[in-house]
T-cell receptor
């Protein structure tokens, strides 16, 4: 059983389009996250949700909108895609949004904007 | 603000040799520290973590790390490298609730 699953694995689209990435976790965790990994492998947090409520929103353009219909799902919708949005996006979850809870990551969605 | 620095974006070792991946953190309070490994086309997996207590932490796959407060370091070691250890390794710290801060990553290459 996959603990944190993301779909799609690959996403190729043109500038200006709108796309969504879905994430589901079956670990019973309360906290979910979206991370962006750029071409240099640098990982940066985008959003964090705890039990469906937004608790971290880093400096991310408002073209990015997370949605959490329940605590097991955290989807990412991106409007008006730009070339610079090309990256690998990782969903993750943790048991508690506290200091020492390790993150469980999905396998990533590689977004390519042309 | 906390930050994590990994010295050496690429490290190459021979199979059977010692692996040493360096991580330094900056934080006003002792953070919780983690090492994650990322294999190609996969997400990150937890190798080990330091919270409190014993400063030498053992993880999976024979890796261990030592928390040294005086040096603000949390270096990752393995006595004998295997080919299967080739991957990207990330050090991370967390002392502000949900905000896990990652280092820039170190690619470990293992030569036969």
């Amino acid at each position: 059983d996959t603990a944190v699953s993301q779909t799609p694995k690959y996403l190729v689209t043109q500038m200006g389009n709108d796309k969504s990435i879905k994430c589901e976790q079956n670990l019973g965790h309360d906290t979910m996250y979206w991370y962006k990994q750029d071409s240099k492998k640098f990982l940066k947090i985008m959003f964090s949700y705890n039990n469906k409520e937004l608790i971290i929103n880093e400096t991310v353009p408002n073209r990015f909108s997370p949605k959490s219909p329940d605590k097991a799902h955290l989807n990412l919708h991106i409007n008006s895609l730009e070339l610079g949005d090309s990256a690998v996006y990782f969903c993750a979850s943790s048991a508690v949004g506290g200091y020492n809870s390790p993150l469980h990551f999905g396998n990533g969605t590689r977004l390519t904007v042309t | 603000a906390q930050s994590v620095t990994q010295l050496g974006s690429h490290v190459s070792v021979s199979e059977g040799a010692l692996v040493l991946l360096r991580c330094n953190y900056s934080s006003s309070v002792p953070p919780y520290l983690f090492w994650y490994v990322q294999y190609p086309n996969q997400g990150l997996q937890l190798l080990l973590k330091y919270t409190t207590g014993a400063t030498l932490v053992k993880g999976i796959n024979g890796f261990e790390a030592e928390f040294k407060k005086s040096e603000t370091s949390f270096h990752l070691t393995k006595p004998s490298a295997h080919m299967s250890d080739a991957a990207e390794y990330f050090c991370a710290s967390n002392n502000a609730g949900n905000m896990l801060t990652f280092g820039g990553g170190t690619r470990l290459m293992v030569k036969p």
